[in-house]
Every structure is written in structure tokens, then in C-alpha cells.
């Protein structure tokens, strides 16, 4: 068997139970043709970079698969057919990563934003000066 | 692999010689390119969506290779923009 990780989009007007439904109906899917879902991460109804059938967002699951090609073609042929499915990618990976995905990671961690790069800023670059550097209102 | 810098310490001589970044991607604590890891990505898009050409970036020619496959994948998960107009 090998290893898929499989993301798909649901439309945005079905509630997060019905995409949990949907998830499970694919699994139930996946093990008829023996396979079967390692990991199920729901991502949460996401605003979408640009619209899918004219869609502005959408519930976002990722399945982290074990499975045939066989029950994964059946999988992908499922989804074609199901209307509630905007959009579907599967990509054969050489081993299932452990814990939550990059995408459930970020999402801890942004209550507490953090800069990209480490270009210093003006005022936190000057160091022994920032304290006496006055704020702008005070200046002419 | 450790990338040859000639460092240029004595750079009076040149003064625009800037030192040569290495792959971001190389070394023992490299990120993992991953189509799903947006905060990632996004350092190598630009703003009006497009790729970061890798000799400003200075992202090895392999790992650019697959940095290119994961920003598709991210766009056709709608996750990027193809473009932003």
C-alpha cells in the first residue's frame, strides 16, 4: 500500500458536521477497497485566494491516506461526483508526517504574529537610543 | 553541503560585493518544503503573487525545483493567489 495525502474543499454553505460527514463517507470509501485514513485534520472554513464556482470560501479537510491505487482512484472518482466538493488534490508522499500538518501548526501560532524576516527595525536597531528617540506627535 | 563563500572581509577593494547567501534549505535545521506550510511559502512569493526568482533568494536550484511544485499545489488549493490584481 502507499502513502497519500489527500486536501479537499468543500462549498461553504454546508455546516463543519456535514464535512465531517463527508469525511467519514469517504472513508468508509477508502476501507471498502482496503485502505484505510491514518489522519483526518479539518482546517476550518477558509477564505479562498480566488473563487471556485463561485465560491468565496470553503471547509478545508486534509486526509493523510494508507491505501491501494485502486481505492484511491475510487476515492478521487467519488469526489468528482460530489457536488459539495469545490476542488480536490491528492499527492502520493513518501511517508505520512507525525502530528498536526504545517497548516494546523500556523494556526496556533497566530495569536502571537511573528515577523518574516529579521531585517532589523529603526527604532529596535538603535538600541541605547530608541529609548530617548520622542514619538512623532511631539516633533514640529 | 558547505557552499565555497569567498568572503570578500577585505571588501575595500570591492565595495558592492555583497556575500553569498546560502540555501535557506540546505543545512541541518532547514524547513521542509511543504505545500500546506503558507508562512513558508509566502517568503518566496512576492507580493503580486508571482515566484521569488531563486538568485535573490538564493535558494538552491533543487530545492527551487520543489519550492516551485509546492507554491502550485498551494495555488490550486486556492491557498495562494495565482495573481493579485
Known amino acids: 500500500m502507499a502513502f497519500y495525502e489527500n486536501v479537499f474543499i468543500a462549498r461553504q454553505e454546508i455546516s463543519a458536521a456535514q464535512v465531517d460527514g463527508l469525511a467519514d463517507q469517504f472513508t468508509a470509501v477508502l476501507s471498502e477497497n482496503g485502505g484505510a485514513v491514518k489522519k483526518k485534520e479539518y482546517w476550518g472554513l477558509k477564505s479562498l485566494a480566488f473563487r471556485i464556482k463561485k465560491n468565496r470560501k470553503g471547509h478545508y479537510v486534509l486526509l493523510n491516506i494508507d491505501a491501494p491505487p485502486a481505492a484511491v482512484h475510487e476515492l478521487e472518482r467519488q469526489m468528482r461526483i460530489n457536488e459539495d466538493i469545490l476542488r480536490f488534490l491528492t499527492v502520493r508522499v513518501d511517508e505520512l508526517e507525525e502530528g498536526p500538518s504545517a497548516m494546523l501548526q500556523a494556526r496556533g501560532r497566530e495569536d502571537r504574529p511573528r515577523r ?20 512623532a506627535t511631539t516633533e514640529e | 553541503m558547505p ?43 512576492s507580493e503580486r503573487g508571482k515566484m521569488v526568482p531563486s538568485r535573490i533568494t538564493a535558494v538552491s536550484t533543487k530545492k527551487q525545483r520543489a519550492l516551485a511544485q509546492a507554491v502550485k499545489r498551494a495555488r490550486f488549493l486556492a491557498l495562494l493567489p495565482y495573481v493579485v490584481k
Open chain 1, 116 to 135: 518574516f524576516d529579521d531585517r532589523p527595525r529603526r527604532y529596535e536597531d538603535r538600541g541605547h537610543r530608541a529609548e530617548s528617540v520622542q514619538p
Open chain 2, 3 to 45: 557552499i565555497v563563500v569567498s568572503t570578500g572581509r577585505s571588501g575595500t577593494r570591492r565595495p558592492f560585493f555583497r556575500r553569498r547567501k546560502s540555501c535557506p534549505f540546505s543545512g541541518p535545521h532547514a524547513p521542509k518544503i511543504d505545500y500546506k506550510d503558507l508562512r513558508l511559502l509566502q517568503r518566496f512569493v
